[in-house]
């Protein structure tokens, strides 16, 4: 073996570069076994290059000649062997070798395959660079690849955004700072863009302050009438079986007179009980009470009755007034839209939707009104000048709950519906969740980059390995390993499947996710009188 221990740092990475570290001993359609020696391993354990330093552990990358290209490859297994190193290998994709010795016009697949006695060398921070390099296609930077201390991981906005992606991860591991993190790069880089952010915990308001605007209960006015028949079904109807049925008919026949007495029901050549067309609740009761009128006996005035008192119990209810006030009954529409989906964005393209103060049993109807009007939108807006916009659920295993629950609301058709067909009118979707386990399968699969975060609970790792692309398998086994604020990234939105150490976001642009010190906070003490009377007089007034 040639004296590889003297000469300059450069020239020492450079020399171990080019010293084999092994050979192929088989080879399958993805992935290749390989022997490694131990004592170069050892050798470039202590080189000055991180990513060289880690060749031949878990997570680092080899790269062979085979037929004049360079094939690129993860280490995902390691095993010993009569003194040698055994591991499995992935292949990544294939490059060329420029003339420093570097890979350079790297391509995620590989077209040529290694023989059984192919040469494997380490791979350089230099190389790194070049693999992972996004170019000049659109992207955002989020943090760094490991096992390197400065090759930028990118993001591919055009591909990510439009396949759809997920962000899954346990509680605590900086789920919330990291959708952050991506949601503010991509309001640098498109500051005239729109985005609609669902924030069921209140916590992304702070975050945003600065690069949008923030709804809740108090300011979100989103107009009752916006509903479709489905969403007023949700909402009024407390039957089940063959009475849901019964007072379903005798809504659905009620609501579309009320639509028809409006003004801007002339304009409207065919009227629906779905047509956002305004109406107003006192005309909807009093048409319930002249249907209620018409009838033979009196005891079948019982549906009419459970709406009319519904509707009523609703109107006087403050809880409600930020959808079913009286100011709301204006054809509002047109501002709702441009508020919610930034139209025009003027610098600021995020809406936070904070549906943390609304009344949990109707939070799924409003976030399915939201979900809708953004499809809806995008659907009649084809062949206009396109307004693309991101839809973003955090917590989304509420709204799209797996198939062993028994909900099957209107949102989660809705979102069904965006994670199969938005692609084709304009519409990307963001699933955030802690629970990948409990998110209906078929939406994770519609999504074309998964960005998975450390998830400790065995059966969300199966459910994260069954989604995952075959490329990334490899990557998978270090998942529950993860550090906080580490994700494995793969799909459309990453050239080859990475694991990423995300940046650190400035204190104002975090969400308020932080958990509480116990330990700092059982040590102060003062002035609880005072304290408790405050947080008693927003718990009555429902306010913050």
Known sequence: MNDITG???????????????????????????????PQLLELMSRDGDSTVAMAGEIGSMLRMMVAGRCVIASVHNLGSEGGEITARIAFLGEGVIDGEGHVADFRRGVTRYPLPGTPVHAVSSIDTMAIFSAGNVPHIEIGTVHPTNSTRAALLVDAMLGKHFALLGSTGT????????????????????????????????????????????????????????????????????????TDADILAKCMLAARQKNRAADSVARITVDSPIPYVLSDLTNIIQTEMGKLDKASNSAPYLRLKHKIEEIRSDPRYHFMFSGMLVGDSMKSFIKRIFRLPAEGKPISVIDVSGVPSEITSVVVAVLARCVFDYAIWARGQAQHPILLVCEEAHRYVPSDRSTNNGPVRKILERIAKEGRKYGVSLGLVTQRPSDLAEGVLSQCGTIIAMRLNNERDQAFVRAAMPEGARGFLDSIPALRNREAIICGEGVSIPIRVAFDDLADGLRPASNDPVFSDLWRCAGDEDALVEHVIGRWRNQGR
Not at 9 to 36: N, W
């Open 7 to 37: 000469g300059s740092p450069f020239e020492k990475t450079a020399t171990l570069a080019a010293t084999p570290l092994g050979r192929i001993e088989r080879v399958t359609g993805g992935d290749a076994e390989v022997r490694l020696d």
């Open 174 to 245: 900086g789920k919330s700072t990291a959708t952050a993190l991506i949601l503010h790069r991509i309001c640098q880089m498109a500051p005239a863009g729109h985005i609609v952010m669902i924030d069921p915990h209140g916590e992304y308001d702070a975050a945003f302050a600065e690069v949008g605007a923030s709804y809740n209960v108090t300011n979100l006015a989103m107009p009752y009438w916006l509903m479709n028949f489905e969403e007023h079904c949700e909402v009024l109807l407390t039957t089940t079986g063959a009475e849901r049925q």
